[in-house]
């Protein structure tokens, strides 16, 4: 399909850790981004991913790659309160008219329980 | 440093009338962005700006929808005139020159319209 699909929801209980899934479109994207959104404000960038890399870390972070699948995934280890929020996956396409935008999913809303 | 400015946060406004966004990117950022949010929904680019020039603007509805960045910092967006369907959260987004290619994208809090 022509979407960045995302699961809507994910609930876990803090402490424990968060997975969120993202399945992207386009096998020529050259960067892949996670950009989290709390309520009324903008989106703020995570972290993001080099398509030729398959692993990246950072801190509590952890974004997988497999571009053979097209299948990109954000591992929050160790989840607070405070990571409550809208996790946006994000693919830049670099080829044709669409040429270095960034096609966003609908986000995964992550309530993490006390 | 000073992040992405957008105002007004919230605009309330009746159909048919016009609204216009102001965005101030990062200094030092010559590309620019103006992007639709529908509720539930990832945001959407309307346009692109590298300076002053707009140099991806084919998802804006030019009918309604007009931008400008004259001398290439602040930006306006305007709709004219509003329709029930534009109510929506209006993001502003910049970016500094990177050759390394990754484009690295800073997002204002936007702006809320709703349209009644």
């Known amino acids: 399909g022509e979407d960045v699909e995302q699961s809507l929801f994910l609930s876990v209980r803090e402490g424990d850790s968060s997975v969120i899934n993202c399945t992207y479109t386009d096998s020529s994207s050259t960067y892949l981004y996670w950009y989290k959104q709390e309520p009324g404000a903008g989106l703020q960038l995570l972290t993001y991913i080099f398509s030729n890399m398959d692993m990246k870390q950072d801190q509590r972070l952890t974004v997988l790659l497999n571009k053979k699948d097209k299948h990109l995934s954000l591992r929050i280890a160790d989840t607070q309160t405070g990571d409550s929020a809208i996790y946006f996956c994000?693919?830049?396409?670099?080829?044709?008219?669409?040429?270095?935008?960034?096609?966003f999913g609908r986000g995964t809303q992550l309530t993490v329980w006390p | 440093e000073a992040g992405v400015v957008q105002s007004p946060r919230y605009k309330i406004i009746e159909k048919k009338q016009p609204v216009a966004f102001w965005c101030n990117p990062i200094?030092?950022?010559?590309?620019l962005y103006w992007y639709l949010q529908n509720l539930g929904q990832g945001p959407e680019l309307l346009i692109r700006?590298?300076?002053?020039?707009?140099?991806?603007d084919s998802q804006l509805p030019k009918d309604r929808f007009s931008a400008e960045r004259l001398k290439g910092v602040d930006s306006t967006l305007k709709i004219q005139p509003a329709e029930l369907g534009d109510s929506a959260v209006y993001l502003c987004?910049?970016?500094?020159?990177?050759?390394?290619?990754?484009?690295?994208?800073?997002f204002g809090p936007g702006t809320r319209l709703t349209v009644l």
């Open positions: 994000a693919e830049k396409r670099d080829r044709g008219s669409t040429l270095g935008r960034l096609y």
């Open positions: 700006y590298e300076n002053e020039e707009a140099v991806d």
């Open positions: 200094s030092g950022h010559n590309t």
């Open positions: 987004a910049s970016s500094p020159y990177s050759t390394s290619g990754t484009d690295t994208q800073y």
